[in-house]
């Protein structure tokens, strides 16, 4: 299907932040987005580009008060080229379709969306940082647009996808972060949303994070709902732990979302010839490893900081430190080797990169 583009008009286009040190996160919007309509009856239609620009929507619509809502989240980043490279955007799309169909959004066409995506990046090319550990962050999003206040399905919809220049995650270098083990508040509850990639998941876990800024902590480790004893995942990543020759993370229960990165990660180490097991991992054992010496590394695993080393556990009001606090070995392995793939400064014995500019 040809994707109409209406170019924002000379003049009017913004470029890309000069200084790609100050990028930050999703506040310099490129100059364009993508679009795709849904009503019952007309199915998914109109796709199109068009400048990037507030939408007008009714006090009604429906994401508003109930929520219903998905996105996803990956990168594109600037090869050594100048190529614009995208990792696994399939395989994004396939969980934004999960996602979608957990909160009763219709369907929509993986192949259309993968089209105007790939032609938006064309579009905005320019919009590509080039400095090391800088990217462009994708986000689809689907919201309920119909207006009403009965609680259903919404039969009209938004799909679209916005661009946005982010900035190295680790200007100062591998920084570890700490985390506090979360004992009050769950994110996600077996039969509840905790796999979509759906707006209640973070409403739900604000008061928890703020509650661990205010004590000196960057996230919050979650357990599971029920016995609060199993270990989840943290903020945005999926976690991991180094224990002395096995590499763990909880298994895909449902509670638990199924991070793009922490597949390419276990993919990696089990390539590397480590043992990878996706069971389940208690605190318990996860503090008993700890004061054993078996706990040689924690990390987080997501798109945003791709694999993230944790310093310092605080449980029940003592803190664990990991390695000292310092990053340990493998993460800095598998930190370069998933970022100079996907960079397309190392080798993708996958096929996980994708050149769409
Ligand atoms: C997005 C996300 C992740 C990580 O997924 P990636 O595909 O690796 O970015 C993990 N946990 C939660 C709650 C997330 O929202």
Redesign the pocket.
Known sequence: MDIPVQLVKPGMARSKPADESKLGFGIYPSNHMFLLDYQTGLGWHSPRIVPFGPFLMNPAAMVLHYGQEVFD?HKAYRGPKGEVVLFRPKD?LKRLSRSAERLCIPPFPEDLVYQGMIKLIQVDRDWTPSSPGTSLYVRPTIIATEPHLGVRPAEELLLYIILCPVGAYYPEGFAPVSILVEESYVRAAPGGVGEA?TSA?YAASLKAQVEAHDKGYTQVLWLDAVERRFVE?V????IVFKFKDELVTPPLGGTI?P????DSVLTMARDMGIKVSERPVTIGEVVDKAKSGELEEVFG???AAVISPVGRLGYRGQDLTIRGGEAGPLAQELFQKLTDLQSGRGPDPYGWREVVA
């Open positions: 989240g994004n990639k998941n995942e903020g945005t990543m999926n979302l991070g793009i990165t922490r695993v997501g798109t």
